[in-house]
Nanobody, 124 residues
Framework: VQLQASGGGLVQAGGSLRLSCAAS????????MGWFRQAPGKERELVAA????????HYVDFVKGRFTISRDDAKKTVYLEMNSLKPEDTAVYYC??????????????????WGQGTRVTVSS
């Protein structure tokens, strides 16, 4: 599967952005999807993930209540709605996917497929 992330840009603190990750290939509905980010000088870190069912989601603490991950299997797209953005959210955001079974624990997934990244800059 190939992944194409989009939707990044420059936004003021407190603003919102919606990132999209469009997938090509078959069986997207069987993939768990995640959003990661990498800030300058820092390691890449998980932001949010969603299981193939769409009912199970996972967020890291620093985005809980501000970010929402969702998916539209008909469009083969996963989204990351980001609200109340902070300057520390500035990073390149990547989407990732992995074919999983229903019993796979979302938080333990090691992703196989990666998008190219989309840059988010939050000004203070």
């Amino acid at each position: 599967v190939q992944l194409q992330a989009s939707g990044g840009g420059l936004v003021q603190a407190g603003g919102s952005l919606r990132l999209s990750c469009a997938a090509s290939g078959q069986m997207f509905s069987r993939y768990a999807m995640g959003w990661f980010r990498q800030a300058p000088g820092k390691e890449r870190e998980l932001v949010a993930a969603i299981h193939r069912s769409g009912r199970d989601t996972h967020y890291v603490d620093f985005v809980k209540g501000r970010f929402t991950i969702s998916r539209d299997d008909a469009k083969k797209t996963v989204y990351l709605e980001m609200n109340s953005l902070k300057p520390e959210d500035t990073a390149v955001y990547y989407c990732a996917g992995k074919h999983v079974i229903m019993t796979t624990v979302l938080e333990t997934i090691s992703y196989d497929y990666w998008g190219q990244g989309t840059r988010v800059t939050v000004s203070s």
